[in-house]
């Protein structure tokens, strides 16, 4: 600590000069293909033909297999995996040999995974201004933690043009003090110092006591009060207010540990020690399978050695600081062969670790799962969490509450994710509005979910673009304590005990569903965001991949599902449709175990469907139950399916009710009890 105290570290000039070209990501391929051929583009906003390309995920900016290099060559990558209109037009080393400093894309721009693969990337091949209609919050976070700058505002590109200088200001401009000074500094690790140097101290929040959301009251909890005695708590935040808030938990798996551990030992050393690794878990749970689907193309330019040594350094890691690894397990009798892990992380702390009025980072997009647990719970890019190992805290700037109400009597074979598949196509959220903020789940229909069932909602706030999903304590919240972690059930309830909102909170905006309205649904290929109910598709969708598992839909009642729907075949005959692969995979070996005392493995195995052990897996193409071509149809219960993140052919998102039914129809199907 002492050698980083003696560092200098200044800002920048206030005055940003970019030399280099634009590239402007349109849904065009040849206009793609131009620009990386050296012409420029003349880009007119208003010219039809050159409508930019909206919905760039993370996983278009750096495909999964990039994410198994975690240095500067990530470079040679970048936009490899990008679609425009069915075509990728961004070859390797393409960006990296064009001379851009500027990138320009439509809305919600970044969304998806939170990997800091893609903004470093895109820093690795000369970008270092990001412009679109909107931009995705952890993508945003991402790229001003690493240095680079991000608007909003179009004009920049005449000045860049021009060549003129840009005032640092207009990337600062409307920003909260803390992510102004981040911007000035070039990052975030540049101002982490500046600030335990004590050159720079956050701003005092002096928000009044009043009304709170429940994620206000837990950021008001965690706040750090007093940066020199760690103190925490104060009155009460309201949005907008921007602080530090101290963790409860820190997690990383093998995709993200890697490149902070590089971080870690390049800026603060090899020899330092992280803070308090107790309260800080590694998991191996990305890439497990890997071994049994990377294509021949790549297992011949060695990318299989690159991806085994995201493990081996996470290990390494782990060991020299004493951190807990939820690792891999044994290997299957052929000795290179995976076999699965022993949990996916965001399950694995919902399940194990968290409690409510926690405040649990992540490195995935989808650690809000353990907004179940009434926790705020968020996912961080790789530079905050090895700064997060050096201080514990991370920044926040307090976001704007959506309350999401789920009215009426559900149902029968209506789900969770039903329940999300309609608030992905609700106008607000499909339009980009919940960007950044916070969705709080409640109204009866929710209160009668299980816990299980809630945390399908919280997951899922990931790809409604919002900063996490929270849901109030209450019984429920208590018997899975007591039931998964043998806590009493009073002293469940005691911890329990104020994890709710304020009865006069304020809301950003309300959006009421009535959930005896809907019937199942599916999301077209594409994005999650295309539901539509199942009984409305014009025309049979035969399939050939039913894939049942993921952090979204391994779970307990996710099994449940999958096992009534199966046994119901079989008492009629009934077996996973000809020409059909079901995938069953669990979100971790306790799931499985509590499956074995149920007999639903032996329910699964009758039926035809072949069962998967815990890892991300084919969420990320990386497990069974990837499609191989781009004519082949899955219909999966995981949480999104943008082009390519499940192999090249069409994905159509279910509940696990309706995945079951369609393995065994053949086809996408409602499941109808007892029909």
């Known amino acids: 600590m002492s050698e980083l105290l003696s560092r200098t570290i200044e800002r920048r000039p206030t005055q940003v ?4 070209r634009i590239l402007y990501l349109t849904e065009d391929p040849a206009l793609v293909r131009s620009q990386l051929a050296g012409k420029d583009l003349d880009w007119d906003a208003n010219d039809l033909s050159q409508v930019l390309r909206d919905n760039i995920s993370t996983d278009e900016i750096t495909p999964g297999w990039v994410c198994y290099y975690y240095d500067e060559t990530l470079g040679q990558f970048v936009y490899v995996g990008l679609t425009c209109r069915d075509d990728k037009p961004v070859g390797e080393g393409d960006v990296a040999r064009g001379g851009y400093v500027v990138s320009v894309a439509g809305k919600r721009r970044g969304k998806g995974s939170s990997r800091e693969q893609s903004p470093y990337a895109e820093r690795a091949a000369g970008i270092r201004l990001v412009v679109a209609e909107n931009i995705e919050r952890i993508y945003r976070q991402n790229c001003i933690n690493l240095g680079i700058l991000t608007t909003t505002d179009f004009s920049v590109l005449d000045k860049v043009k021009s060549g003129e200088s840009i005032p640092l200001s207009l990337f600062t401009e409307g920003e909260d003090e803390i992510t102004r000074e981040i911007i000035e500094y070039g990052g975030l690790f540049n101002y982490n110092i500046a600030r335990l140097k004590g050159e720079t101290v956050p701003p005092q929040i002096v928000t009044a006591a009043r009304p709170m959301t429940l994620a206000e ?44 551990a590089a971080f870690w030992e390049t800026f603060v050393g090899e020899d330092a ?50 951190i807990r690894l939820h690792g891999e397990l044994p290997r ?25 009025g926690q405040i649990v980072v992540g490195s995935d997009s989808h650690t809000p799962h353990t907004g179940a647990l009434a926790c705020v719970a968020f996912g961080i890019g790789t530079t905050d969490v090895f700064n997060a190992w050096l201080t514990k805290d991370v920044r926040v700037k307090v976001p704007p ?52 069932e809630r945390a399908t909602m919280t997951n899922m706030a990931a790809e409604v673009g919002a900063f996490t999903g929270i849901i109030g304590a209450d019984e429920t919240t208590a018997r899975f304590l007591s039931e998964n972690r043998g806590i009493p059930l009073e002293a469940a309830l005691a911890l329990c005990a104020g994890w709710t909102a304020d009865a006069d909170a304020t809301y950003e905006t309300v959006i009421r569903i009535d959930v005896a309205a809907l019937s199942p649904m599916v999301a077209l290929p594409g994005d999650p965001g295309n539901g539509v109910f199942i009984r409305d598709l014009p025309a049979p969708v035969p399939i050939e991949i039913a894939y049942g598992g993921s952090c979204t839909a391994g779970k307990k009642d996710d099994m449940e599902m999958y096992a009534t729907v199966l046994a119901e075949g079989l008492a009629r005959g009934e077996r996973v ?7 069953i995979q669990f979100g971790s070996q306790e799931v499985k175990e509590w499956c074995r005392e149920k007999g639903y ?16 897996g084919a969420c990320i193409a990386a497990g069974p139950g990837v499609s191989t071509q781009r004519d082949q149809v899955t219909v999966s219960a995981i949480n999104r399916n ?21 393995a065994l129809a053949g086809r996408v199907v409602e499941w109808r009890p007892g029909g």
């Open 17 to 20: 000069s970019l030399s280099g």
């Open 217 to 260: 009251k837990i950021f008001a909890a965690r706040m750090v009060a007093d940066a020199t005695t760690g103190r925490t708590g104060i009155p009460a935040v309201q949005p907008g207010d921007a602080g530090f808030v101290r963790t409860d938990i820190r997690f990383s798996h093998e995709y993200v540990t890697p490149m902070a």
């Open 273 to 322: 020690k992280v803070t308090d690794p107790a309260s800080i878990y590694f998991f191996r749970d990305h890439l497990t399978f890997l071994d049994q689907v990377m294509p021949q193309a790549q297992r011949d330019r060695g990318l299989l050695a690159v991806a085994e040594r995201l493990a081996t350094k996470q290990a390494e890691f782990a060991s020299r600081q004493g």
């Open 332 to 356: 299957g009798e052929e000795a290179t062969r995976s076999s699965g892990s022993e949990a996916i992380c965001h399950s694995k702390i919902t399940q194990d670790y968290a409690l409510p």
């Open 401 to 452: 509450t959506v309350m999401a109400e789920f009215h009426g009597v559900r149902p029968p074979g209506l789900t969770a994710k039903d329940f999300m598949l309609a608030l992905l196509a609700h106008p607000y959220v499909k339009n980009g509005e919940a960007i950044g903020k916070i969705v709080e789940y409640a109204g009866e229909a929710v209160a009668a979910l299980s816990l299980d």
């Open 577 to 583: 449709a000809p020409g059909v692969t079901f995938w």
């Open 601 to 616: 493995l032996e329910v699964f195995e009758k039926a035809g469907a072949k069962l998967i052990e815990p890892s991300c």
């Open 642 to 662: 943008f082009p390519g993140r499940s192999g090249p052919g069409k994905m159509y998102l279910a509940s696990p009710y309706v995945v079951a039914a369609s």
